[in-house]
């Protein structure tokens, strides 16, 4: 009988003490629970400006193609007079660098026949009539006109990718419910008076509401 409520003693404070001791790891597990939860609450989505991305595509289509970055932000009447007006100009500079090109060469041709035959003009050229220095004066500047052509091409093509990116942030730019307003009123002049009362002037008011 001794024997058994010993066992029975030694039993009870050995699962006590199991119980103890697990205790703490379960309050562990609940913690490392609840520590995962909040840092997935705390995870926030990642913003995208739409805006600066399509900007992005556009500019690298207008580079591309020129123009393409425009009407890939729809079709208007502003948006193709643009790029009517992008070709219109390219256009217009390649007539151009091809002028200035062929008279720079029949420039050169003279000089270059004037200077292998002393005292001669070369036959049938435009420039015949006219002295060496004029000659030597006409091929500079058609040499300075084909660079600004160039610069001109450069500046053109530049000019389309920006507008092409320009374009496209104003199309995702949202001002909200933003509206003006603009109405005629009366503006009291109390410094204006005139046999003590106040004389009004005629004038507008801007009301700005959002």
């Known amino acids: 009988m001794l024997r058994a409520l010993v066992l029975s003693v030694l039993l009870l ?3 006590s003490a199991v119980k103890s001791q697990s205790q703490p790891v379960l309050r562990n597990k609940k913690d490392s629970v609840a520590l995962n939860s909040k840092k997935l609450d705390t995870v926030k989505p990642k913003y995208i400006n ?5 900007g992005r595509q556009a500019m690298f289509r207008s580079m591309i193609v020129p123009g393409l970055g425009q009407f ?5 009447v502003y948006r193709g007079l643009k790029v009517a007006g992008l070709y219109t100009g390219a256009t217009l500079l390649t007539i151009s660098f091809i002028d200035n090109s062929k008279n720079y060469r029949e420039a050169l041709s003279d000089l ?21 220095a004029g000659v ?6 058609f040499r300075r006109n084909k660079d600004v052509v160039i610069f001109s091409f450069i500046g053109l093509y530049l000019l389309n990718v920006v507008d092409a ?3 496209t942030r104003l199309k995702y730019f949202d001002v909200g ?10 503006i009291d002049m109390n410094t204006n008076t005139m046999y003590g009362f106040a004389s009004p002037a005629p004038g507008f008011k801007l009301s700005l509401s959002f």
């Open 112 to 132: 270059q026949y004037r200077r292998e035959n002393p005292g001669q003009t070369k036959p049938g050229s435009f420039y015949a009539p006219y002295s060496e």
């Open 177 to 186: 419910d933003v509206a003006f307003k603009v109405s005629p009123t009366l």
């Open 50 to 54: 739409q805006g600066k991305v399509a």
């Open 72 to 76: 890939r932000n729809g079709f208007n």
């Open 13 to 15: 404070f050995v699962g």
């Open 136 to 141: 030597i004066q006409a091929k500079d500047t």
């Open 165 to 167: 990116y320009v374009d």
